[in-house]
């Protein structure tokens, strides 16, 4: 298995709180990625990451930051929680060129109250 | 941006039953991937297959990049086998868009 942790694994909040998101990498894959998962919309990209400090708005960014400041770690922020952004939220990393394949996190289940 | 479309949405099979789930794209395919999401959600990555055929033990995948198309075939599946089956492609800017998924469930 690929060395991804997310944390916390589970987290309610209440509206209108910051909370962050942790993924943490031991594979030193250059891409590391978030989605969130909902009922009836799948999978979709939050933001990414092709490197140390440089991130890229994926299809729903809005309402989300994040940060890259080593390879290992990518971070995501809900700067102020909204009930909308209750779901499952997954980190992904792959090796980018030549190395695509991609592996997820086990998720961390967030509820905003 | 593009499309990606996953049929059938659901399938119900007896154990021991064959399948094959089919992946359609609206636009050039690029580094296609194929995903399982068990009951617990873990989200496994079963394929890359850009083009060709690939097999491991009882999955078989084949994607026919100029026809826009991939199919995950499943044989002689298994109650393990049960949960959702995605399939995966790569915008030119690195944006996996996943289709909307396969919900499989196979009965003892």
């Known amino acids: 298995d690929a060395g991804i942790t997310q944390s916390p694994r589970h987290k309610v909040t209440e509206t209108g709180t910051p909370v962050t998101l942790r993924c943490h990498q031991t594979e030193n894959h250059r891409y590391m990625y978030w989605y969130r998962q909902d009922p009836g919309h799948g999978l979709r990209l939050i933001h990414y990451?092709?490197?140390?400090?440089?991130?890229d708005k994926g299809e729903v960014s809005d309402g989300y930051s994040v940060s890259r400041s080593k390879t290992e770690d990518f971070l995501l922020t809900l700067e102020s929680a909204t009930s909308s952004q209750t779901s499952v939220y997954f980190c992904?990393?792959?090796?980018?060129?030549?190395?695509?394949?991609?592996?997820f996190g086990s998720g961390t289940q967030l509820s905003v109250l | 941006g593009i499309q990606v479309e996953q049929s059938p949405p659901d399938l119900i099979l007896q154990e021991g039953a064959n399948s094959t789930l089919r992946c359609n794209f609206s636009d050039s395919v690029n580094n296609l991937q194929w995903f399982h999401q068990n009951p617990w959600g873990q989200l496994i990555n079963l394929f890359y297959?850009?083009?060709g055929t690939k097999q491991n033990g009882r999955l078989s995948a084949t994607t026919v990049a100029t026809e826009r198309y991939s199919l995950l075939y499943i044989s002689s599946s298994q109650t393990t086998d049960s949960g959702v089956y995605f399939c995966?492609?790569?915008?030119?800017?690195?944006?996996?868009?996943f289709g909307a998924g396969t919900r499989l469930t196979v009965k003892p």
């Open positions: 297959i850009p083009s």
């Open positions: 992904a990393i792959s090796g980018g060129q030549g190395n695509e394949k991609l592996f």
């Open positions: 995966a492609h790569t915008a030119n800017n690195n944006d996996m868009r």
């Open positions: 990451s092709y490197g140390v400090k440089d991130t």
